[in-house]
C-alpha cells in the first residue's frame, strides 16, 4: 500500500504551482489550494527514491552514458504497457518533452512553414511553433452534442494540404481536454497527414493515464506508413512525477527522420541527460508498475469525487476525461468573461486553477484542474467553489 493521502509540505519547496498563487494573489493567499500546474502532490514511488539514494551515495558524477539496461527497461515498459516494440536505435534521451520538441520542429520544419496544432491544448506548443519562425494552423477540436471532443477531418485535411503546412503536433492523451484517441481516429489523421507529407510530432507524455475502458494507442503502432512520418515523445515524468529531473525519451523509428533530428539537436549542442534523471527513470520503468497501479486506482477515486461535485451544481459540468489526470470543467453556465472566471474561482472559491483560455480561445469558460492531490485537498476545492456558488 502507498501513501496518496499525506498533504505534503510546501514551505520548504520551491514549487512552481505554489510560488504561482503567491506571485499573482500576494501574501493573503495562504489558504488557496493550487491545483494547477501538471504536477503531483505526491512524493514518487519509493522504489525510485531508493534508487535515487543508492546514486548519491555512490558519489561519482562524471559524463556518462545511457546503458544497455536504461534502454531495456523503458523498451519493456513499452512493450508491457503499451504493445509496443522499439528498437534501442530508434530511442533518444533527452531532456524535457519540449525541448525535444522544439528539436522535432527544428528538424523537420524551415522558418516559414506552417504547423497543426488543435486547440484547445497545452499552450507551449504556441510557442514551440512561434520560436522556430513557423505559422500556426490551428485545427480546433469540436465537442460533440455529448460534450465528449472531437477531430474535424475535413478542416485537417484543408490544412495539412497547404503548401507550406510540414508539421503537426498531436497530444495524445490530450491536455487539456483529456481525450485519449481511438486507433480509429488517429489512423484518419495519419492517412490525412502523410497523404500530404506532414510529419507528425506526437507528445504522448500523459500515455501511462488512461481511465478504464480507454486504452493509449502509440502513434507509430499504426502502421509502418505511420511509423515513417513519426516523431513519439515519451517520459517518465508526468507518470511518476519527476518533472524537475528533466528526462525524457523521443523514438523515432524512421533512419531519415532521426537523422535529421539528430542534427537538428547537434546543432544547439545536443540534447543532454542528467545522472539522476535516467537513474529515476530507469527505476521506475523497472520497479514503479505497482505504484502506478495504486496511483491510478486513487486518481479514479479523485475523479469520482468531481464527477459528484460536477452533479451536485447546475452551473459547472464535468467534461468526461479518457485520460491524464487533468480534467476540465465547463463553466460556461455561469456568463462570466475570462477575468471573471479567473477571480471567481480565486477569490470567492479559493482555488487556483488553470484557466481554459490560455489553452486557446476555445477553452474560455473552462478550467483545468489538476486531481493529482490528496482526495482531502481536492474536497476542499470542491466545497470551497460550491460555497461560492452559493454565495454568488
Ligand atoms: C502535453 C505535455 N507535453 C509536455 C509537457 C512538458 O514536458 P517537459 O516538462 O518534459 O518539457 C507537459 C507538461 O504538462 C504536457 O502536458
Known sequence: ???????????????????????????????????????????????????????????????????????????????????????????????????????????????????????????????????????????????????????????????AS?????????????????????????????????????????????????????????????GEDVAAHCMEFTAPSKTFNLAGLITSNVVIPDAALRRSFGIAADNVAGLSVNHFGLVACQAAYEHGADWLNELRTYLNGNLEVLREFASGNDAIDLVEPEGTYLAWLDCRKLKMSAEELRDFMRYQARVYFDEGVLFGDGGAGFERVNIACPRSMLERACEGVEQALKHR
Not at 501513501?3 to 506571485?23: G, N
Not at 508539421?167 to 489512423?187: F, K, T
Not at 507528425?200 to 502509440?218: Q, S
Open 162 to 222: 497547404e503548401p507550406r503546412c510540414t508539421a503537426m503536433i498531436l497530444c495524445n492523451p490530450h491536455n487539456p481536454v483529456g481525450r485519449v484517441w481511438s486507433a480509429e481516429e488517429l489512423r484518419r489523421l495519419a492517412d490525412i497527414c502523410v497523404r500530404h507529407g506532414v510529419t507528425i510530432l506526437a507528445d504522448e507524455i500523459h500515455a501511462d493515464f488512461a481511465y478504464p475502458g480507454h486504452e493509449v494507442t502509440m502513434f507509430s503502432t499504426l
Open 1 to 159: 500500500m502507498y501513501d496518496f493521502d499525506t498533504v505534503i509540505d510546501h514551505s520548504q519547496l520551491a514549487s512552481e504551482k505554489w510560488a504561482a498563487v503567491r506571485q499573482d494573489m500576494g501574501p493573503n493567499s495562504d489558504d488557496v489550494l493550487a491545483l494547477s500546474v501538471a504536477d503531483m502532490e505526491f512524493t514518487t514511488a519509493p522504489e525510485i527514491i531508493e534508487a535515487l539514494h543508492r546514486a548519491v551515495d555512490g558519489g561519482v558524477f562524471g559524463y556518462e552514458y545511457c546503458t544497455d539496461a536504461y534502454y531495456e527497461a523503458l523498451q519493456s515498459w513499452m512493450s508491457e504497457h503499451h504493445h509496443w516494440n522499439i528498437r534501442k536505435e530508434w530511442i533518444t534521451p533527452s531532456d524535457g518533452v519540449m525541448t525535444a520538441v522544439f528539436t522535432g520542429l527544428r528538424a523537420v520544419t524551415h522558418p516559414g512553414d506552417a504547423v497543426i496544432i488543435q486547440r484547445p491544448v497545452y499552450y507551449p506548443f504556441t510557442n514551440a511553433a512561434l520560436r522556430n519562425g513557423l505559422t500556426i494552423l490551428n485545427n480546433e477540436l469540436v465537442q460533440n452534442a455529448a460534450g465528449r471532443y472531437e477531430m474535424d477531418y475535413e478542416d485537417l485535411e484543408r490544412k
